[in-house]
């Protein structure tokens, strides 16, 4: 009876077989687990088409490495990465691809994520044999701590504006309105629960003018 190899390519030896490559098959077989338990590697993208990942028989691959880092140079729009089905695996996904197309990670039949545009970011990724999951789409909260701040970036990247919390705070929660204003010039305002409401600003042209005199 011959081997057979699993999802993502390690070799299962039969008793009695493979006279003299023991060694030689379990050492490729660490190597195979080693890459899918933190290997790293560069795949690069068909622009517009459906790139399918595949196992390789007692071998490393794509499919069977954690962290891949996606390139090339797109320019047409629904590049797809797809993996099998049956394949139960997660993965560190970076969106490396230059030019504004998206990049979706799915399985054949099933459904899965895709970088927008703009995303040239990373994605933790798993798949449960039908569909790719991004882990951290339905996060309910996300702590930031030691005043570690959020930078929102402006379309080119590399200047932004931040928000972290003040030294010593007492905790409080800030709720933005549902709406976006119905007329320019409003403020947002806050109850003391941290609701916060568009409203009027309070403030009448005549003592903006004079508050600009005096203060510059």
């Known amino acids: 009876m011959p081997s057979t190899y699993t999802n993502l390519g390690t070799e299962l030896m039969v008793t009695g077989e493979k ?36 196992k390789t028989d007692g071998g490393v691959s794509t499919l069977a490495t954690k962290v891949w880092k996606l390139t090339g140079a797109l320019t047409t729009s629904g590049t797809i990465v797809q993996v099998p089905d049956t394949v139960e695996n997660w993965w560190i996904v970076h969106n490396a691809s230059t030019n504004a197309q998206a990049v979706q990670v799915k399985t054949a039949t099933g459904t899965g994520p895709t970088f927008s545009t703009t995303d040239k970011g990373h994605k933790i990724l798993y798949s449960d044999g039908t569909n790719v999951v991004d882990v951290l789409a339905d996060l309910s909260s996300i702590t930031l701590k030691t005043q570690n701040q959020i930078n929102f970036e402006d379309d080119t990247g590399g200047e932004y504006v931040a928000v972290k919390a003040p030294t010593g ?16 010039g409003l403020a947002l305002t806050s109850t003391t629960a941290g609701v916060t409401a568009w409203s009027a600003a309070g403030i009448s042209t005549g003592k903006a003018i004079a508050m600009a005199m005096i203060f510059g």
């Open 169 to 184: 705070v007492s905790t409080y929660t800030i709720q933005l309105p549902a709406t976006a204003p119905a007329t320019n």
């Open 19 to 54: 006279s003299g490559q023991w060694g030689t098959i379990t050492n490729t077989n660490w190597n195979i687990l080693e890459s899918i338990s933190g290997g790293y590697v560069s795949q690069a993208l068909s622009d517009g088409a459906t790139l399918s990942l595949t």
